[in-house]
């Protein structure tokens, strides 16, 4: 449905994107990650035709972009979604019922009247994607749909849009910031750093065995000894604080969060970060602990020099 071969994107003399090649298949939804300034959004106005490149694009069909900034008229949410398929071309005798479908699908049926200025960031966001979902594009692009939102409204918006964000004929690729709404939402992950694609596959695949030290990194390997030979990477959530642990660490700092505390140790190896569910634990900087890890990954100790 969608295919990239060579892509590059200059912006006076720098490389914003440098030979981007991607296949997105029909009923496909690829989630794009990466630090800022990385190329995303870059990425996402070359696909859909937004922004000049080098290279080749092939669109299986008629494309939809998803801006981040909502940009809502001054109408009815209703009148909106009703606009945004009048655009495209949608047929007046269908426009209703793909308004009124594409709201309730995203919960948001209840706001069809209200006026677009009185709609909260969140609401806004809601009608600002049933319009690109209404008009039922071939390719669907989506730059950080869940942007500026506050932690109640992302997490509600992440559960509505899941579902909804699937469709069998229609290939999707939507940027995004945080780690997590990619495990969400997404058949494939896609990392981009400094214009270029770095990893691409499944998520609990590309988790369990990232290509490269940097993207482990990316990934959320924020703990690291050294073993022999090896860099041995590991993630808070798989540090377990445990009696008869085969690692001694003392208590560098620790962070208070809802669900526990985050343990900042340091061994004779390295340092490790540590989530534990109970915030006793560690209570005071300087105490001995003892971990294991319940998996870890490796590369060789030269792996980040280049």
């Known amino acids: 449905m969608l295919e990239l071969v060579?892509?590059?994107v200059r912006r006076g003399r720098r490389a914003v994107l440098e030979d981007v090649s991607l296949?997105?298949?029909e009923g496909e939804v690829v989630a794009v990650l990466g630090p800022n300034g990385a190329g995303k959004s870059t990425l996402i106005g070359a696909i859909g035709g937004l922004l000049p490149h080098?290279?080749?694009i092939v669109r299986g069909g008629r494309v939809a972009t998803v801006l981040q900034s909502a940009?809502?008229?001054?109408?009815s949410a209703r009148a909106n979604v009703d606009l945004a398929q009048a655009w495209w071309g949608v047929p007046r005798g269908e426009r209703a019922a793909r308004s009124t479908a594409t709201l309730t699908a995203l919960r948001a049926d209840h706001l069809a009247r209200r006026f677009a200025g009185s709609l909260s960031g969140g609401e806004a966001r809601r009608v600002h994607l049933a319009r690109g979902l209404a008009v039922r594009p071939d390719v669907l692009l989506l730059d950080e749909p869940f942007a500026g939102l506050d932690p109640a409204g992302h997490l509600a918006l992440i559960e509505d849009?899941?579902?909804?964000?699937?469709?069998?004929a229609r290939a999707t690729v939507v940027?995004?910031?945080e780690r997590a709404d990619a495990w969400a939402l997404a058949d494939r992950v896609v990392v981009l750093m400094a214009g270029r694609i770095v990893a691409d596959g499944r998520p609990a695949e590309l988790l369990a065995a990232p290509p490269s030290l940097e993207v482990a990194r990316f990934l959320g390997y924020d703990g690291e000894l050294v073993d022999d030979d090896a860099l041995v990477l590991t993630r808070a959530a798989e540090v377990r604080v445990a009696p008869d642990g085969p690692i001694e660490a003392r208590v560098a700092g620790r962070i208070r969060r809802e669900d526990g505390v985050l343990l900042?140790?340091?061994?004779?190896?390295g340092r490790l970060r540590c989530l534990h569910p109970d915030p006793?634990?560690?209570?005071?900087?300087?105490?001995?602990i003892r971990v294991r890890l319940d998996r870890a990954i490796r590369f060789p100790r030269n792996a980040g020099e280049t």
């Open 6 to 8: 060579g892509v590059g």
């Open 23 to 25: 296949a997105v298949a």
């Open 54 to 56: 080098t290279g080749t």
């Open 71 to 75: 940009g809502l008229a001054k109408r």
């Open 161 to 168: 849009v899941a579902g909804t964000l699937r469709d069998a």
């Open 175 to 177: 940027v995004l910031h």
């Open 264 to 269: 900042l140790l340091e061994t004779d190896g």
């Open 280 to 288: 006793a634990v560690g209570e005071r900087v300087g105490d001995m």
